[in-house]
């Protein structure tokens, strides 16, 4: 069993920056492919960003291509979501997500999640 927290959330203005941060515990990330997504009220769960076991492949969705970037940090067993450039549009609750196996950018491919972290965008 795979235990995953989310923390970096909070209240930035438009056009400005966060970091989230996944962290796991329970197994480390050894053969898991990580995603982020998030969800608005009233809105069903969307991609957001995923990446690889290894790091080597990552997909974004269009919405955030060029502004986010997801890392993953294998000795602290963690994974990031920096988010420049942020939008009214990005206000959500952010969640991590894992799997073992491919990348994939369907929440229902996910076996994992952590609880979710808000970030709100005025602007």
């Known amino acids: 069993q795979v235990q995953l927290v989310e923390s970096g959330g909070g209240l930035v203005q438009a056009g400005g920056s966060l970091r989230l941060s996944c962290a796991a515990s329970g197994r480390t990330f050894s053969g898991y492919a990580m995603g982020w997504f998030r969800q608005a009220p009233g809105k069903e769960r969307e991609f957001v960003a995923t990446?690889?076991?290894?790091?080597?492949?990552?997909t974004y969705a269009d919405s955030v291509k060029g502004r986010f970037t997801i890392s993953r940090d294998f000795a602290k067993n963690t994974v990031s979501l920096q988010m420049n450039s942020l939008k009214p549009e990005d206000t959500a609750v952010y969640y991590c997500a894992a799997r073992s196996g491919r990348l994939n950018v369907s929440p229902r491919a996910y076996d994992y999640w952590g609880q979710g972290t808000q970030v709100t965008v005025s602007s």
């Open positions: 990446i690889s076991w290894n790091a080597a492949a990552t």
